[in-house]
């Protein structure tokens, strides 16, 4: 039985069997899927051992997700909901680098410039899908940047331009600065514990990629 919005009351009212069987289903309906608060991922696993498609959680100090770069922001607390396969952090994780200046004369993707000292990364637990959003500030002369974003972990995805953002300067006559961000649906992950890393490559030459380097990754149950 689905869930039935029941009606109004007032006093006096005799309090019917159908109107108590209504009442009783809904609780049974929204009490299966609202499962708590718990401290961490060990702690849910504990307590709910059988868990159904559809079981929220909300973890005050979850073990993942986690994240690398110059700043990260990896919240206290995460909300994760149960697909059918894993318990999915719906709760955004991002990191950046402000780094002025790094670049690459890489024309294969790298996870790192000159003057970083760690990739940007995001690593959460997702389902078979992920939204992904890039953005960065650099120039070229000549030539064309991309920064895309590689998966690992669970899944083994290489970055591709298809999944990238690209600057363009062809005309050779300037150095030529600008911003670029765009947001990536993907698909075809393998459930569980993802590593999401920002890639860079150049097609000639050597590219600087200046601050605001940035990565923001949310898994879809």
């Known amino acids: 039985m689905a869930y039935v919005t029941p009606g109004t009351v007032a006093a006096g009212d005799v309090a019917t069997a159908a109107a108590w069987n209504v009442i009783t289903n809904d609780v049974i309906q929204i009490g299966g899927l609202a499962q708590g608060v718990f401290t961490n991922e060990a702690a849910r696993d504990a307590a709910i051992t059988s868990p159904t498609e559809g079981m929220i959680a909300y973890l ?10 110059s700043i990260t922001a990896v ?13 999915v952090c719906v709760t955004e994780v991002g990191a950046r680098s402000e780094v002025l200046g790094a670049n690459t004369a890489s024309t294969s993707f790298v996870s790192t410039l000159t003057l970083d000292t ?6 959460l637990v997702t389902g078979t899908t992920a939204v992904v959003s890039i953005h960065f500030t650099g120039f070229t002369q000549g030539f064309t940047a991309v920064m895309a ?16 953002i690209v600057h363009n300067d062809l005309t050779n006559a300037s150095a030529v600065q600008s911003s670029h961000g765009s947001t990536f649906v993907f698909t075809g992950l393998t ?5 999401f890393t920002a890639q860079y490559k150049i097609s000639s030459g050597t590219a600087t990629f200046n601050n605001a380097r940035a990565l923001t990754v949310k898994g879809i149950a």
């Open 60 to 69: 005050t100090a979850a073990t993942v997700p986690a994240a690398t770069g």
């Open 75 to 87: 919240p206290t607390g995460v909300r994760t909901i149960y697909n059918g396969s894993v318990w």
């Open 118 to 123: 760690t990739p940007i990364s995001v690593t």
């Open 149 to 164: 974003v590689a998966v690992s972990g669970a899944s083994t995805i290489a970055a591709t331009e298809a999944k990238g």
């Open 191 to 195: 459930a569980g514990t993802n590593t």
